[in-house]
């Protein structure tokens, strides 16, 4: 993941806080067990972080973690799981019909560092790494 790390080195943060954000989240994927991570960088566009269990066989990821880069001075995150891999309790997350590779999928936004949504991002990060893990 040396691409990975060289993309958070070189990235310089602003007050929003989105690296340190990101940071959590990736260090959070990276802890798990039995995963492959494929990070997809395109300047301009996204940084797509995109952990996949070794259980599964039907989809190539359980989450995306992207860093949307259309502006590099006000970078933002959204998170998007597939809508059967995770609860969303607080109705925190959007509905994207056929949006996440074809499926349905919910995407959580941030674009300043929360630590309270970040705790349940780490949840619904979790929740899925279970629902993977299972071949859900």
């Not at 993309?7 to 994927?29: L, P, R, Y």
Request: aromatic content about 12%; glycine content about 6%; hydrophobic content about 35%.
């Amino acid at each position: 993941m040396e691409n990975l790390k060289l993309f958070i080195e070189q990235w310089k943060d602003n007050e929003s806080g989105i690296k340190k954000a990101f940071k959590e989240i990736s260090d959070h994927i990276l802890k798990m067990d039995d995963i492959s991570i494929e990070f997809n960088a395109r300047p301009g566009i996204t940084y797509s972080l995109r952990p996949v269990h070794k259980n599964q066989k039907k989809r190539s990821l359980f989450a995306m973690a992207d860093v949307i880069d259309d502006d590099p001075e006000a970078r933002w995150l959204s998170v998007c799981f597939y809508g059967e891999m995770i609860n969303d309790p607080e109705e925190l997350g959007d509905l994207i019909p056929d949006g996440l590779l074809g499926e349905d999928g919910y995407c959580f936004d941030l674009d300043e560092y929360d630590y309270d949504k970040l705790n349940y991002l780490k949840k619904r990060l979790d929740e899925a790494y279970a629902s993977a893990e299972a071949e859900l």
